[in-house]
């Protein structure tokens, strides 16, 4: 899970926990709390096998829930359940690819005829695509994988469980998200970017018009998280981040809390001065996009740089 440990000297190593710990918007509820909070609920968690969902799953199920583990590989799940199994935790595997409708829609049903309502739904699977648009003219089904997964899955898997949440008078939603969708864009992350802010929309807008139901909404606007997604790109080894573990922290205070969002201090200045600063910062990323270039595995015809969840 994530990449490895060794990011060079321990001075380096020091500086970028430091930066981490500046880049974290909030750290995690503490353990009386998180139960409190979901002992004796239901809550679904997509992209449960690696990284951020594997996490989040630990330490819901640690807290007391009941958690149902979603994510392509049943392998994966089974182990997952294992650890939380053994750590006293109740976990339920369901196996589905949320690119594909008719499985989400069977996970929908099975997940609403054995429990009749979900309390909690996590929505953190995700498919990242880091390529240029002159490496992507032959390649439309990147961006249709993409959507798929960050968007279009997300979307039927809500419809299909915002009914049952709100007939029951209560639910919250937790997105986790990327501070990406906040930024002026940044090259190479069109398809990835782009599906997620499609999902963003979408889920603020249920925020509106389920509030009368009960029902909450929370973003999670993560800055990079060191994990198997963001491995394939070779400088983010070398920046600060959150570890897997931090960012499963952040999930659980949305799941506590229940704020609207949740994101780094400096995205909110950023996003605010976006106007003021688009042709400098537009200017910065073009001679960065001349000067950086492709990664060899995105550059390979028969490989795509991707990380699915």
Not at 51 to 71: C, F, M, R
Request: charged fraction near 20%; include cysteine; proline fraction near 6%.
């Amino acid at each position: 899970m994530g990449v490895s440990e060794n990011r060079g000297s321990l001075p380096l190593r020091a500086a970028s926990q430091m930066a981490s710990r500046v880049l974290n918007p909030g750290g995690q509820p503490s353990e009386k709390a998180l139960r409190e909070a979901v002992e004796g609920k239901v809550l679904l968690v997509t992209g449960a096998s690696y990284g951020i969902g594997e996490a989040t799953a630990s330490k819901l199920g640690a807290a007391g829930g009941t958690v149902l583990l979603v994510a392509r590989s049943r392998d994966r799940l089974e182990g997952v359940a294992q650890h939380i199994s053994q750590a006293g935790g109740t976990a339920l595997v369901y196996p589905t690819d949320m690119s594909d409708a008719d499985q989400v829609g069977a996970l929908a049903d099975a997940v609403l005829e054995r429990h009749g309502h979900v309390d909690v739904v996590v929505n953190n699977a995700g498919k990242s695509i880091r390529r240029s648009l002159e490496l992507s003219s032959d390649r439309f089904h990147d961006f249709e994988r993409t959507i798929a997964v960050n968007y279009l899955g997300p979307v039927k898997l809500v419809l299909a469980l915002l009914p049952s949440m709100r007939a029951s008078g209560g639910g919250h939603i937790v997105n986790v998200s990327t501070s990406g969708v906040r930024m002026p864009p940044a090259p190479r992350w069109s398809a990835y970017v782009a599906s997620k802010s499609a999902f963003d929309v979408f889920i603020r807008t249920v925020a509106l018009e389920a509030a009368g139901d009960g029902v909450t909404v929370s973003s999670v606007y993560m800055p990079l998280v060191h994990t198997r997604m963001s491995a394939p790109t070779p400088a983010f080894r070398y920046m600060p981040g959150l570890s897997a573990d931090e960012a499963a922290g952040l999930v659980c205070k949305a799941v506590v809390e229940r704020p609207r969002e949740i994101s780094p201090w400096w995205v909110g200045p950023l996003e605010a001065g976006s106007a003021v600063t688009r042709l400098p910062w537009e200017t910065a990323m073009g001679i960065w996009n001349r000067v950086s270039g492709d990664t060899a595995s995105a550059s390979r015809k028969e490989r795509t740089p991707t990380t699915e969840t």
